[in-house]
């Protein structure tokens, strides 16, 4: 099965997603890669941080499920080998959980949101965002929000980080059941 995560930034996909694969051995997340610079104190293993030009010779050799250009960078996941001891991972924004739908209808889509923009404000500012980055990300984040209806994902608001993973835990067990009926 393929899960994907998506949410504007700031919400606490990143530290949903860590949580949830260090719980469930059956998880795997497949690494996206970035041309953007790292974060302060980001951990170098977040991203494949790359080049623009290794990022365009990916794209030129059908390297990615799904890529987009996001403000002033690229990101995307790479190709995926379905595995059927793993459940896929995905954290990636909204148009490239449309673009993984496409491909791979059963997909999983799931979107975190935070319980405002003031919070999530909050927690950009808190992660060491630029103010113009910050600016950026909340100016997208209702559109984000809208498209993501629009693709009827399930959506969570990380309000308390204990009850967001409890309900995407449950969304995974129930989404397991379903596939196990239907073989």
Known sequence: MIIVISGP???GKGTLVAQLVARDPRLWLSRSWTTRAPRPGESPDAYTFVTREEFERRIAADGFVEWVE???YLQGTPTIDE???HDV????DVEGARQVKALHPGARLLFIDAPTRAEQQRRLEARGDAPERVRQRLAIADDEAQRSQELEMQHVVNDDLAEALAEVEGLIARWRAEEARER
């Open 9 to 11: 930034g700031g919400v």
């Open 70 to 72: 996001f403000l002033d």
């Open 83 to 85: 595995d059927p001891d």
């Open 89 to 92: 991972v995905l954290e990636i």
